[in-house]
């Protein structure tokens, strides 16, 4: 009967921690580059909680705006990056405001 205790509280650490390293495990960034007038890579697949940077190769301005709207660099001028967080599970995609041809996916798990 003593063990008891002992052992659910080890079970319990043990989904703690994995709950822990699924949701808000180490944070790993990922780098999608804006170059020729394309996103590179165009479907990007992140895990929650991870971070993304959109860098600007080009000589002219671009955006990273989400189709729903729920995210919108606004400009990032030639040279310049943007980053955000994934809060959010589920896949958008997302275009270049100013050149709508170019277009992007966002998969976060
Ligand atoms: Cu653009």
């Known amino acids: 009967m003593l063990?008891?205790?002992g052992?659910?509280?080890?079970?319990?650490c043990g989904i703690a921690v994995l709950a822990s390293?699924?949701?808000f495990g180490e944070q790993r960034t990922h780098t999608v580059t804006i170059e020729g007038m394309s996103f590179s890579p165009a479907t990007l697949?992140?895990?929650r909680g991870d971070?993304?940077?959109?860098?600007?190769k080009d000589l002219v301005p671009?955006?990273?705006t989400a189709s729903d709207k729920s995210f919108d660099s606004r400009n990032i001028p030639a040279g310049g990056s943007w980053s955000r967080t994934a809060t959010r599970k589920g896949t958008t995609a997302y275009?270049?405001?100013?050149h709508p041809t170019m277009k992007?996916?966002?998969?976060v798990d």
Do not use: D, E, M, Q
């Open 21 to 23: 390293s699924s949701a």
């Open 3 to 5: 063990s008891l205790p």
């Open 7 to 12: 052992v659910a509280a080890f079970a319990f």
């Open 104 to 107: 992007g996916t966002l998969i």
């Open 45 to 47: 697949h992140v895990r």
């Open 51 to 56: 971070k993304v940077v959109w860098v600007n």
């Open 95 to 98: 275009v270049c405001a100013y």
């Open 62 to 64: 671009h955006t990273v």
